[in-house]
């Protein structure tokens, strides 16, 4: 029965979001109007949904246009037992599928799930690893040497998620998991029955079984935890939310831990920290409201990107949120990755080292999509005129601190420099328009006539090579225009 394949619900919605509004492929739902007869191309495309972070979909009876032609009983068995005949003796590693009939348009769809290999690369057996291919722009390409280099590493090392946090009965995992909450926030029907919900559970990887017996994972724990202290090693996990009177720590006005799983208990802990916060008034339909100081989806960024990026394995310290008169301090355990620099933030490449844990709160709708966050949290302050995000990478934390309204006069040098660099970052890569001396002065709140306080720190961050002309020959400062040095 449907309620048996939690996979169904994932492979509608990647086929409707392919076919709509213009048709096309996804890297994780290749169509077929009906199976190959070349067994060669379907062993590649199989290989590369099956190196695919969450695996991939066949969805069999839509023409190369998008349009659907629909399967006939017959056309369903062959191509289920060759596509189990090829994943069998053609792939290295074999790999495991499964499939649906499904009714849409009245129009009978066939979806083939390829599930993801736990050993990767996977490639055309018979030949070496360089024979092992990827899906990338909807298409089925090979790997390339680094791609594969990458793969091998992944495999080699457990992820973390995945490794089991406690072995519990079938009725633990009702009192242990909030997975009432942790649906919901998934957009997933309910279940009939307790043994439909551990098998989603399962096919979401909080839980697994082996040799019939139960364990809920360290990515069930983290996520969707009634009370992470329940499980052994995890007393540390809880956010911390520390509000203080006054600039510095000597004395805490109200302290608060939240030890529901990261996922599940994400809203809670927002509305708490903004409910603490400093506030303003604003006037909004003729009425007088007080709002917090800090763009809410600033504080929401920067919170999941911190509980994101955290390293688990790193103890004895717990996500902190504190709270200063003058500032938010956001910490969490764990320095940047040795890839990414905090002055690069902006425009890094999308890296997580919890790349499960990562995935399933984009799911749920708690972060954005990958390297989005940071940019919209940034372009919010600038919004609200607040100075730049300070970012401190210490060699076993990461900080970000969001400040009070500051004018030009009151703030540092440093801070009218991270300021000139953020709003230079957000212009190229966020707006597509590159900062001048104006844009500039409307963010640092000038006059017009102050434009030569703008160019002050405009040469300053220039001699530091954190920003450049766009036209390196033109000699008018007048129409100049800046980004980023790197760019």
């Given at each position: 029965?449907?309620?048996?394949?939690?996979?169904?619900?994932?492979?509608?919605?990647?086929?409707?979001?392919?076919?709509?509004?213009?048709?096309?492929?996804?890297?994780?739902?290749?169509?077929?109007?009906?199976?190959?007869?070349?067994?060669a191309r379907t062993a590649e495309h199989l290989s590369a949904l099956a190196n695919q972070?969450?695996?991939?979909?066949?969805?069999?009876?839509?023409?190369?246009?998008?349009?659907?032609?629909?399967?006939?009983?017959?056309?369903?068995?062959?191509?289920?037992?060759?596509?189990?005949?090829?994943?069998?003796?053609?792939?290295?590693?074999?790999?495991?599928?499964?499939?649906?009939?499904?009714?849409?348009?009245?129009?009978?769809?066939?979806?083939?799930?390829?599930?993801?290999?736990?050993?990767?690369?996977?490639?055309?057996?018979?030949?070496?690893?360089?024979?092992?291919?990827?899906?990338?722009?909807?298409?089925?390409?090979?790997?390339?040497?680094?791609?594969?280099?990458?793969?091998?590493?992944?495999?080699?090392?457990?992820?973390?998620?995945?490794?089991?946090?406690?072995?519990?009965?079938?009725?633990?995992?009702?009192?242990?998991?909030?997975?009432?909450?942790?649906?919901?926030?998934?957009?997933?029907?309910?279940?009939?029955?307790?043994?439909?919900?551990?098998?989603?559970?399962?096919?979401?990887?909080?839980?697994?079984?082996?040799?019939?017996?139960?364990?809920?994972?360290?990515?069930?724990?983290?996520?969707?935890?009634?009370?992470?202290?329940?499980?052994?090693?995890?007393?540390?996990?809880?956010?911390?939310?520390?509000?203080?009177?006054?600039?510095?720590?000597?004395?805490?006005?109200?302290?608060?831990?939240?030890?529901?799983?990261?996922?599940?208990?994400?809203?809670?802990?927002?509305?708490?920290?903004?409910?603490?916060?400093?506030?303003?008034?604003?006037?909004?339909?003729?009425?007088?409201?007080?709002?917090?100081?800090?763009?809410?989806?600033?504080?929401?960024?920067?919170?999941?990107?911190?509980?994101?990026?955290?390293?688990?394995?790193?103890?004895?310290?717990?996500?902190?949120?504190?709270?200063?008169?003058?500032?938010?301090?956001?910490?969490?355990?764990?320095?940047?990755?040795?890839?990414?620099?905090?002055?690069?933030?902006?425009?890094?490449?999308?890296?997580?080292?919890?790349?499960?844990?990562?995935?399933?709160?984009?799911?749920?709708?708690?972060?954005?999509?990958?390297?989005?966050?940071?940019?919209?949290?940034?372009?919010?302050?600038?919004?609200?005129?607040?100075?730049?995000?300070?970012?401190?990478?210490?060699?076993?934390?990461?900080?970000?601190?969001?400040?009070?309204?500051?004018?030009?006069?009151?703030?540092?040098?440093?801070?009218?420099?991270?300021?000139?660099?953020?709003?230079?970052?957000?212009?190229?890569?966020?707006?597509?328009?590159?900062?001048?001396?104006?844009?500039?002065?409307?963010?640092?709140?000038?006059?017009?006539?102050?434009?030569?306080?703008?160019?002050?720190?405009?040469?300053?961050?220039?001699?530091?090579?954190?920003?450049?002309?766009?036209?390196?020959?033109?000699?008018?400062?007048?129409?100049?225009?800046?980004?980023?040095?790197?760019?």
């Amino acid at each position: 029965m449907e309620r048996h394949k939690p996979w169904i619900e994932t492979a509608r919605k990647y086929l409707a979001t392919s076919l709509n509004p213009v048709p096309h492929e996804l890297n994780e739902m290749d169509w077929k109007e009906a199976l190959s007869a070349d067994n060669a191309r379907t062993a590649e495309h199989l290989s590369a949904l099956a190196n695919q972070q969450g695996g991939g979909f066949f969805s069999f009876g839509i023409d190369s246009g998008g349009r659907m032609r629909g399967v006939v009983a017959d056309q369903v068995h062959l191509i289920v037992e060759k596509l189990a005949n090829i994943s069998r003796n053609a792939i290295e590693p074999p790999l495991r599928i499964d499939h649906y009939v499904d009714k849409m348009e009245d129009k009978e769809i066939l979806f083939v799930y390829v599930l993801e290999s736990s050993q990767k690369p996977v490639h055309l057996r018979g030949k070496g690893i360089e024979f092992s291919y990827i899906r990338s722009g909807g298409q089925t390409r090979k790997m390339s040497k680094q791609e594969i280099a990458n793969a091998v590493l992944s495999t080699q090392q457990f992820r973390y998620e995945e490794l089991e946090a406690q072995p519990c009965k079938e009725s633990d995992i009702f009192k242990l998991l909030d997975h009432e909450k942790f649906f919901q926030l998934l957009n997933a029907p309910g279940e009939n029955s307790q043994e439909a919900v551990i098998e989603r559970l399962i096919n979401e990887k909080l839980v697994y079984r082996h040799n019939g017996t139960l364990s809920i994972t360290n990515l069930g724990a983290i996520v969707a935890a009634r009370d992470m202290n329940s499980f052994l090693g995890k007393e540390r996990f809880s956010v911390r939310v520390v509000k203080y009177r006054g600039v510095s720590k000597i004395e805490a006005q109200t302290e608060k831990e939240f030890s529901r799983g990261y996922g599940v208990g994400f809203q809670e802990l927002i509305h708490y920290i903004l409910s603490q916060l400093p506030t303003s008034e604003v006037i909004k339909d003729a009425l007088r409201k007080n709002v917090p100081l800090y763009p809410e989806i600033t504080v929401r960024e920067l919170v999941a990107n911190a509980l994101i990026h955290r390293d688990f394995l790193m103890k004895g310290m717990n996500p902190m949120i504190e709270i200063f008169s003058d500032r938010m301090e956001i910490s969490n355990p764990g320095a940047l990755l040795p890839s990414v620099k905090v002055e690069r933030l902006i425009d890094a490449a999308p890296e997580s080292r919890n790349e499960l844990f990562a995935a399933l709160m984009r799911r749920m709708g708690i972060c954005e999509e990958r390297g989005s966050g940071i940019d919209k949290a940034l372009f919010a302050v600038e919004v609200f005129g607040l100075p730049p995000v300070k970012f401190v990478n210490g060699p076993n934390a990461f900080k970000a601190i969001l400040y009070n309204p500051k004018s030009f006069k009151q703030m540092s040098q440093e801070e009218r420099l991270n300021a000139c660099l953020q709003h230079c970052c957000i212009r190229y890569y966020v707006a597509s328009d590159p900062m001048t001396n104006a844009s500039f002065r409307k963010r640092l709140g000038l006059k017009d006539s102050q434009y030569t306080l703008a160019w002050k720190v405009i040469d300053s961050a220039i001699e530091r090579k954190w920003i450049k002309p766009r036209d390196l020959n033109s000699k008018s400062r007048k129409y100049a225009s800046y980004i980023p040095h790197w760019a």
